[in-house]
């Protein structure tokens, strides 16, 4: 299934509630919350207080990416705020182990991320534990950079090992995905796809993710 998820970080901070709706309206079906703690990444955002209120304003699912380097202090106040996945990055300090256990305990879904100079391997280990490996396709920390094409060997490679061991595990991409790469980035093998400016920044946003739908159509990736 492909999932279209706008990045709250590129939205307007003082009209919060009326952007959701309006990506909402506009046929995402997933919300990419983007969690900067000044420290995994240079950059800070917000935490889980914004996400429990959004929580009451929209039945979107919630893809919270924790760019921190110690998730494990972290991870319980976003479950209690109402996210539906957390992903953290394997990069960070958290034993990676014993935060999927506990978010299995939780029940709560998880995902791994893999900044650009990680490689795929890196992943293989937990893909069975795993609902979603998030390939990041820009440096973490900021929205509006530059789309690394180079980044689609990588998802190729984990999603030849997830085909070959029979899983069903998401990929999902972040960084510079808009309109002229969607056709890549899916026949890569990547089905969620994450944008912050391309989808926030766009005055016809339902004619966005229109064409982005069309563009993934012509290579659909099928759990
Ligand atoms: C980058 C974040 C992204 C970012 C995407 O660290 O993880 O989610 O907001 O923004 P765009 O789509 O503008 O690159
Ligand atoms: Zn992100």
Redesign the pocket.
């Known amino acids: 299934m492909l999932y279209i998820a706008p990045?709250l970080?590129?939205a307007d901070f003082s009209q919060l509630t009326n952007e959701v709706k309006r990506v909402q309206r506009a046929g995402a079906n997933m919300l990419?919350l983007?969690v900067?703690d000044g420290h995994f990444?240079p950059?800070l955002s917000f935490g889980p207080q914004l996400i429990k209120d959004l929580r009451k304003r929209t039945n979107l699912l919630f893809d919270v990416?924790l760019?921190l380097t110690d998730p494990d202090k972290y991870v319980d106040s976003f479950i209690k705020a109402g996210a539906d996945s957390i992903t953290f990055h394997l990069e960070s300090n958290s034993n990676v182990d014993a935060l999927l256990s506990h978010l299995e305990e939780c029940n709560c879904k998880s995902a791994l991320s893999l900044s650009p100079d990680t490689p795929a391997e890196a992943v293989f280990p937990y893909l069975d534990r795993i609902s979603m490996v998030l390939v990041?396709t820009?440096?973490?920390?900021?929205?509006?950079?530059k789309?690394m094409p180079q980044m689609m060997d990588k998802v190729r490679a984990i999603r030849a090992e997830i085909i070959k061991r029979g899983l069903d595990v998401n990929i999902q991409v972040?960084?510079?995905?808009?309109l002229g790469n969607v056709g890549i980035v899916t026949e890569a093998g990547a089905n969620v796809l994450?944008?912050?400016?391309?989808?926030f920044?766009a005055k016809k946003t339902g004619a966005v993710i229109k064409q982005m739908r069309e563009e993934a159509a012509a290579n659909p990736y099928r759990a």
């Open positions: 990045s970080f590129a990419h983007d900067m990444v950059n990416h760019m990041m820009v440096y973490p920390g900021f929205g509006g950079q789309f972040d960084g510079g995905i808009g994450v944008a912050g400016s391309s989808i920044g």
